[in-house]
């Protein structure tokens, strides 16, 4: 099992910046890939950003030069950077686990944080 706890939303005015955390616990040497989803109400689930172990990263397109993803081994912490905010960018901010590829289903969930841009 593994266990992922978000910290960092919030409410942050258009042009702002945020830095969310996922902190990751348990049964993580076998987890191969960790990103952020979101979820904005009456929208799909989004993959925002994501990396795997060998280094690659993935980002959507609509986030790509504002956003970025890292992780940091030693405290077994991932980090998502998000700089230059929309009010679009609002939305419930989930960072995952994969024992697989970030394309596949997650294995494992964080419980959720909110980020609300606005004036």
């Known amino acids: 099992q593994v266990q992922l706890v978000e910290s960092g939303g919030g409410l942050v005015q258009p042009g702002g910046s945020l830095r969310l955390s996922c902190a990751a616990s348990g049964s993580i040497f076998s987890i191969n890939a960790m990103g952020w989803y979101r979820h904005a109400p009456g929208k799909q689930r989004e993959l925002v950003a994501a990396?795997?172990?060998?280094?690659?990263?993935k980002y959507a397109d609509s986030v790509k030069g504002r956003f970025t993803i890292s992780r940091d081994n030693t405290e077994n912490t991932m980090y998502l950077q998000m700089n230059s905010l929309k009010p679009e960018d609002t939305a419930v901010y989930s960072c995952?686990?994969?024992?697989?590829?970030?394309?596949?289903?997650?294995?494992?969930w964080g419980q959720g944080t909110q980020v609300t841009v606005s004036s």
């Open positions: 995952f686990a994969a024992y697989d590829d970030y394309d596949g289903e997650p294995d494992y």
């Open positions: 990396l795997a172990d060998g280094g690659s990263t």
